[in-house]
């Protein structure tokens, strides 16, 4: 310490690691000598930061003409209602064009309830049994901590879709049409999780005691499991065993099929393109976790002895390459990406140029994808499925076209019909996985595949990525407010 200068000692605070009104004053200063400030505060505050951070420049660039498409003109975009079913509706809207255009409908739906229900019962006894198979854990340990209610919400992986086709097999809407739990989960999700977990605390109690027998607790475990599943076929109806399928082709002709079962219904088209043969391919940079590398998440299945989560992490080229192979081919793709950037729900679309808040709120520090991931700021929050795709210079995507599960303002209009328009710029910076039929891949790919992954735990920086949470439609991106609040603004000026 040189002479004259006070010695701080290391527990010691100083001054300046407090907000002081000498800091505040020179805030509020330096925002009222810039005129410029004001012209935005007003703009934000009675707009709101979304319209007022719009680039009209950019939002003139946008384009829902797809030359290279899979979309039929009367096919209409599915809704999930407000639940976390999303990674459910996109997997099954891979196979739903698959069966539209091999049979000629003119429009069909996959029932979505039905998977909710098997899925919700599977989760209530796959985590019961992690409670009896790990006595040693504690509330406080980190995997713990995922199973819980995070386990028991709406989100999901691609495995988990993989494993209810695999075990159940599926329906059509007809056959078990949505519910107001199914559309509205919420209300659901408490009620089950608080008897779900009603059951973890009392099985954590009897494995403190001695007497305890393994056959106890599993009798406790299935004494819950069909409560839930009383109170599914409350919230949902009883799925189907056996049902009748009627439909309308493009020859204005009406058929009926009877005495389908779930699992006869699925294999008039399950055959040719199985479930079992897509793969995950992701796109996660981080130095730790190379490309080219086989991964696989622990505790991350949905159904005891399912699948698990497994994945290959490769450079973001490798999946636009197979996603625009794929769709090329003729069969969509699923991904997940973090919708919460740069979606615009006037213009449907996906660019994080549409909107300029440095400009706003002034710029701030720069971050990489893997930075972003490392610190959390960003996730594969919302699985859709591409469908098209508009290659520019040199062949390479400019362009892609998506249809999400928020239902539609208008299906036969081109930006109001549910499907989205993504920039390539919002693929590299904002996708994190994409699925496709292994048939696409290279062989190097393919060996790939077989070789022994990397294991991760749950908590793993990379898991949260990967797994797409229960974010549903936001009541200001719901089709039916929009058209509202643009009536609304047309009466204000009239």
């Given at each position: 310490v040189e002479s004259g200068q006070k010695q701080i000692r290391p527990d010691e605070p100083s001054l300046d690691c407090f907000i002081l009104p000498e800091f505040i004053d020179k805030c509020k200063n330096d925002f009222n000598d810039n005129p410029m400030n004001a012209l935005a505060r007003n703009a934000v505050t009675s707009s709101g930061a979304f319209d007022a951070a719009a680039d009209v420049n950019e939002v003139n660039k946008i384009n829902h003409i797809?030359?290279?498409?899979?979309?039929p003109w009367h096919l209409k975009a599915t809704n999930q209602g407000h639940s976390g079913?999303?990674?459910?509706?996109?997997?099954?809207?891979i196979f739903r064009y698959?069966?539209?255009n091999a049979m000629n409908l003119i429009d069909f739906?996959?029932?979505?309830?039905?998977?909710?229900?098997?899925d919700k019962l599977e989760r209530s006894g796959t985590l019961l049994q992690w409670y009896i198979d790990h006595p040693e854990s504690t509330q406080y340990d980190r995997t713990a901590e995922h199973m819980g209610p995070k386990f028991l919400s709406d989100g999901g992986w691609?495995?988990?879709?993989?494993n209810l086709v695999n075990k159940y097999g599926l329906v059509p809407k007809t056959a078990m049409n949505e519910t107001y739990q199914s559309w509205m989960s919420e209300g659901m999700n408490e009620i089950l999780c608080d008897r779900i977990m009603a059951?973890?605390?009392q099985i954590r109690k009897m494995q403190t005691q001695k007497s305890t027998t393994r056959e106890q607790l599993i009798d406790v475990k299935n004494q819950t499991v069909q409560q839930i599943y009383d109170s599914l076929v409350k919230f949902m109806g009883q799925p189907p065993e056996k049902f009748d399928w009627s439909f309308h082709t493009h020859d204005q002709k009406s058929h009926k099929i009877a005495n389908l079962t779930p699992k006869s219904?699925?294999?008039l088209f399950i055959d040719a393109i199985n479930v079992n043969d897509f793969v995950v391919l992701t796109n996660i940079p981080n130095k730790d976790r190379p490309y080219y590398r086989m991964y696989e998440i622990k505790d991350c299945t949905n159904v005891k002895g399912g699948k698990s989560c497994k994945v290959l992490n490769l450079p973001i080229s490798e999946l636009k390459k197979y996603a625009s192979k794929s769709i090329m081919k003729g069969i969509p793709v699923w991904f997940a990406g973090d919708v919460r950037r740069g979606f615009h729900p006037y213009k449907s679309a996906l660019d994080e140029k549409l909107f300029n808040t440095d400009l706003l709120f002034g710029k701030t520090y720069p971050m990489t994808k893997e930075e972003k991931v490392m610190y959390r700021i960003t996730e594969g929050n919302h699985a859709m499925?591409?469908?098209g795709v508009n290659f520019g210079a040199k062949n390479k995507p400019e362009r892609w076209q998506v249809e999400n599960s928020w239902g539609y303002l208008d299906h036969e209009t081109p930006g109001n019909d549910g499907f989205l328009s993504m920039s390539d710029d919002w693929f590299d910076n904002n996708l994190f996985q994409i699925v496709v039929h292994k048939n696409f891949l290279s062989r190097t790919i393919l060996k790939k595949l077989n070789e022994e992954p990397i294991q991760l735990e749950i908590w793993d920086s990379m898991a949260p990525a990967l797994r797409v949470e229960p974010v549903g439609p936001p009541k200001k991106f719901n089709y039916n407010l929009i058209n509202q609040m643009k009536q609304e603004k047309r009466n204000a000026f009239n």
């Open positions: 797809f030359i290279n498409t899979l979309k079913r999303c990674w459910m509706f996109a997997g099954l809207n698959l069966l539209t739906e996959f029932s979505e309830t039905y998977l909710f229900f098997w691609w495995n988990y879709f993989a059951c973890a605390k219904f699925t294999k499925t591409l469908v």
